[in-house]
Nanobody, 116 residues
């Protein structure tokens, strides 16, 4: 059974930093894309950042220059370094992994709350 387990969320003041981690475990075919989405109350889930198997990254405009996505393929882990956090970054953050066979997996989510 494939599991994605996020960690690193929490409460932080505006301007602070957090680092999210997501470990993929279980029997999973080769992972291509990994990424982070977020969903704030009353809003649709949105892409925050993504990284493909070649290390090419993609960011939402709202986080460019503040967030950095990275991955460790040997550990099947993806990270999201979040700096200069703003109250509008408050959301549940979800990790996702897509295999070479285009099967998509999701984590259970981790809450990030930024106080003003």
């Amino acid at each position: 059974q494939v599991q994605l387990v996020e960690s690193g969320g929490g409460l932080v003041q505006a301007g602070g930093s957090l680092r999210l981690s997501c470990v993929v475990s279980g029997s999973i075919f080769r992972i291509n894309d990994m990424g982070w989405y977020r969903q704030a109350p009353g809003k649709q889930r949105e892409l925050v950042a993504a990284i493909n198997g070649g290390g090419i990254t993609n960011y939402a405009d709202s986080v460019k220059g503040r967030f950095t996505i990275s991955r460790d393929n040997a550990l099947n882990t993806v990270y999201l370094q979040m700096n200069s956090l703003k109250p509008e970054d408050t959301a549940v953050y979800y990790c996702t992994a897509t295999t070479a066979r285009r099967v998509n997996y999701w984590g259970q989510g981790t809450q990030v709350t930024v106080s003003s």
